[in-house]
């Protein structure tokens, strides 16, 4: 049974950040490319980053995923967060091994989520 689980969220003042993480049992994480998403309130789920296997290809816009293959995680950095940035995030992974043009929908496994909230 493979369960994703997401690590890092919490309680942001406006201009910190955060350190998302994700980690899953029932799979070989570093064998698939991985995306994070998140669901602000009124919003759609949208995809924010995604990762290959390889590291070498990678799709990221203000906020920067990476891999850490010793610990088996791949990690979301936010950047400076404002009020707008809260949601839940989520870490998914695809059931390919790179991110290709379709990654928001290539999702095999999708975890819990985490809750960012960021005061003003």
């Known amino acids: 049974q493979v369960q994703v689980v997401e690590t890092g969220g919490g309680l942001v003042q406006a201009g910190g950040s955060l350190r998302l993480s994700c980690t899953a049992s029932g799979l070989t994480l570093r064998s698939f490319a991985v995306a994070w998403f998140r669901q602000v309130p009124g919003k759609e789920r949208e995809g924010l980053a995604c990762?290959?296997?390889t590291t070498l290809n990678s799709i990221q816009g203000r906020f920067t995923i990476s891999r850490d293959n010793a610990k088996s995680t791949v990690n979301l950095e936010t950047g400076s967060l404002d009020p707008e940035d809260t949601g839940v995030y989520y870490c998914a992974v695809s059931k390919e091994t790179y991110c290709t043009n379709s990654w928001r929908t290539d999702i095999a496994f999708w975890g819990q989520g985490t809750q960012v909230t960021v005061s003003s």
């Open positions: 990762i290959s296997r």
